[in-house]
T-cell receptor, first 115, second 117 residues
């Protein structure tokens, strides 16, 4: 079985400073990894995904993540936080058992932006 | 274009009632997934359809949960004899690619918040 561990349940940063949300994964296969964002009362939105192409993945809204197999990590970063980045972020691994792409979510990291 | 839609957005049920939750996937999407998100948790997989075939129902928590997608488009998740522990947000996602494709990005609906009293 595959799993992800989000190392911080809550991260607070000041507006304009860098963001780092940490994620480690466990996988028996070559994984597909994703970051999704969930704003209050809104649906989950895909930020970016890694599917064995380039290890540095760029996503929407200035976010990026680097796949590091040696560290089994897929940390999410952004150079400069914006107030609109305040949300819940989920690190996700695909589970290809049964030949489907069911997603296994981490427990989430709540990002707070301090004005 | 239209995304994944779900209805109702909110549902309150008395314990023991049956409920039906609807998901309209993006037109043409082959794969459809249901997830359950408890308060303060990440979503957890319930079941997966490829067209009308239910290929994986390993995440359904009990035999009170039943899902169908008879014509390969709209799907319904039914919960019989609801219990308080069923209170959660139920999310539907669809994907253009069939299961097993590494390029199959899942697009999520807004969810149905179920509260069982």
């Amino acid at each position: 079985a595959q799993s992800v561990t989000q190392l911080d349940s809550h991260v607070s940063v000041s507006e304009g400073t860098p963001v780092l949300l940490r994620c480690n994964y466990s996988s028996s296969y070559s994984p597909s990894l994703f970051w999704y964002v969930q704003h209050p009362n809104k649906g989950l939105q895909l930020l970016l995904k890694y599917t064995s192409a380039a290890t540095l993945v760029k996503g929407i809204n200035g976010f990026e993540a680097e796949f590091k197999k040696s560290e089994t990590s897929f940390h999410l970063t952004k150079p400069s936080a914006h107030m609109s980045d305040a949300a819940e972020y989920f690190c996700v691994v695909s589970d290809r058992d049964f030949g489907n792409e069911k997603l296994t979510f981490g427990t989430g990291t709540r990002l707070t932006i301090i004005p | 274009g239209a995304g994944v839609s779900q209805s109702p957005r909110y549902k309150v049920a008395k314990r023991g009632q049956d409920v039906a939750l609807r998901c309209d996937p993006i037109s043409g999407h082959v794969s459809l997934f249901w997830y359950q998100q408890a308060l303060g948790q990440g979503p957890e997989f319930l079941t997966y359809f490829q067209n009308e075939a239910q290929l994986d129902k390993s995440g359904l928590p009990s035999d009170r949960f039943f899902a169908e997608r008879p014509e390969g488009s709209v799907s319904t998740l039914k919960i019989q004899r609801t219990q308080q522990e069923d209170s959660a947000v139920y999310l539907c996602a669809s994907s253009l690619a069939p299961g097993g494709s590494r390029e199959g990005t899942q697009y999520f609906g807004p969810g149905t918040r179920l509260t069982v009293l």
